[in-house]
Nanobody, 121 residues
Framework: QVQLVESGGGLVQAGGSLKLSCAASGNISRVDAMGWYRQAPGKQRELVAIVTSGGITNYADSVKGRFTISRDNAKNTVYLQMNSLKPEDTAVYYC???????????????WGQGTQVTVSS
């Protein structure tokens, strides 16, 4: 079974830092783009940051200069370093990966279970 397992969420004061990790496991042929999304209460899920297998990154304007996405292709793991956190960063953060699976045609879009990040003022 293919899955994404996230870790690193928690409670932090404004101005603090957290680092999220997400590891893909299972019967995977290839992992393409990996990214982080977030969903705050009453709001739609939004893209935070994404990184291709070649290392090209893209960020939401609201996190540019504060968050850094990176990945370890050998471990099929993506990270999100979050600095200078603000209360408005409070949300459930979801890992996402586009994968090629040996048992499925085309690209599979896989989500993690989500990890809560709470920033207190």
């Amino acid at each position: 079974q293919v899955q994404l397992v996230e870790s690193g969420g928690g409670l932090v004061q404004a101005g603090g830092s957290l680092k999220l990790s997400c590891a893909a496991s299972g019967n995977i042929s290839r992992v393409d783009a990996m990214g982080w999304y977030r969903q705050a209460p009453g709001k739609q899920r939004e893209l935070v940051a994404i990184v291709t297998s070649g290392g090209i990154t893209n960020y939401a304007d609201s996190v540019k200069g504060r968050f850094t996405i990176s990945r370890d292709n050998a471990k099929n793991t993506v990270y999100l370093q979050m600095n200078s956190l603000k209360p408005e960063d409070t949300a459930v953060y979801y890992c996402n990966a586009k994968m090629i699976l040996p048992t499925t045609w085309g690209t599979s879009n896989v989500w993690g279970q989500g990890t809560q990040v709470t920033v207190s003022s």
